[in-house]
Structures are given as structure tokens and as C-alpha cells.
């Protein structure tokens, strides 16, 4: 089992915990255990349960801040407003259950 394999089962299963209950009432055993991980291994990879939220929330809107950063690109103001909320939109469709 590789080690980026146990991170990303973590992520996945925090994605899941924390869609489906309030980010108080998710634990970080919770989460280990679904993720079939240690719980050490959340501190190992994410520092805590703050972080780990902060490392879920970052890879569902990687697309999203992707299309924000603006630097170097020759599109207009407009033109990559549009391609945000292109890209938000998408996203959203992908994964229905964010906006909870």
C-alpha cells in the first residue's frame, strides 16, 4: 500500500464525513476509520482536523482557483470571470452535494 494511497483514502473519506455531518460532530477517528488508515496517519499527512478540512476543501476547488489565478494570461477581466464561474459551475455539477 502506497503512501499517497493512504492520503488520498483519507481525503476521500473526510470529503465524505464532512458532507454528511456538521465539521464539529465529524472526529478524526471517524474519519481514520472509514479511510480503513490509522488515525496517527491524519496528523502525519494533514497536522489536524482543521487542516485536513482545509487539504478536502483545496482539492474539491483546485479547478476553481486554477481558472481565478489570472497572472499571465492574456484574457480580460471579464474573460476569466466568465471561465471561473465556467469552471464553478462544472465543479458544482461533479460533486452536487458541496453546496451543503
Given at each position: 500500500?502506497?503512501?499517497?494511497?493512504?492520503?488520498?483514502?483519507i481525503?476521500?473519506?473526510?470529503?465524505?464525513?464532512?458532507?454528511?455531518?456538521?465539521?464539529?460532530?465529524?472526529t478524526?477517528?471517524?474519519?481514520a476509520?472509514q479511510?480503513?488508515?490509522?488515525?496517527?496517519?491524519?496528523s502525519?499527512?494533514?497536522?489536524?482536523?482543521s487542516?485536513?478540512?482545509?487539504?478536502?476543501?483545496?482539492?474539491?476547488?483546485?479547478?476553481?482557483?486554477?481558472?481565478?489565478?489570472?497572472?499571465?494570461?492574456?484574457?480580460s477581466?471579464?474573460?476569466?470571470l466568465?471561465?471561473?464561474?465556467?469552471?464553478y459551475?462544472s465543479?458544482?455539477?461533479?460533486?452536487?452535494?458541496?453546496?451543503?
Open positions: 500500500m502506497s503512501e499517497s494511497n493512504v492520503r488520498e483514502r481525503l476521500q473519506a473526510a470529503a465524505k464525513c464532512f458532507l454528511e455531518n456538521d465539521y464539529k460532530k465529524v478524526t477517528r471517524e474519519i476509520s479511510a480503513n488508515a490509522n488515525v496517527a496517519m491524519i502525519y499527512y494533514f497536522g489536524n482536523k487542516q485536513l478540512f482545509e487539504a478536502v476543501i483545496t482539492e474539491y476547488f483546485a479547478e476553481i482557483y486554477q481558472s481565478l489565478d489570472v497572472s499571465g494570461k492574456e484574457a477581466l471579464e474573460d476569466a466568465l471561465e471561473s464561474w465556467q469552471v459551475y465543479v458544482m455539477m461533479k460533486n452536487p452535494e458541496l453546496p451543503a
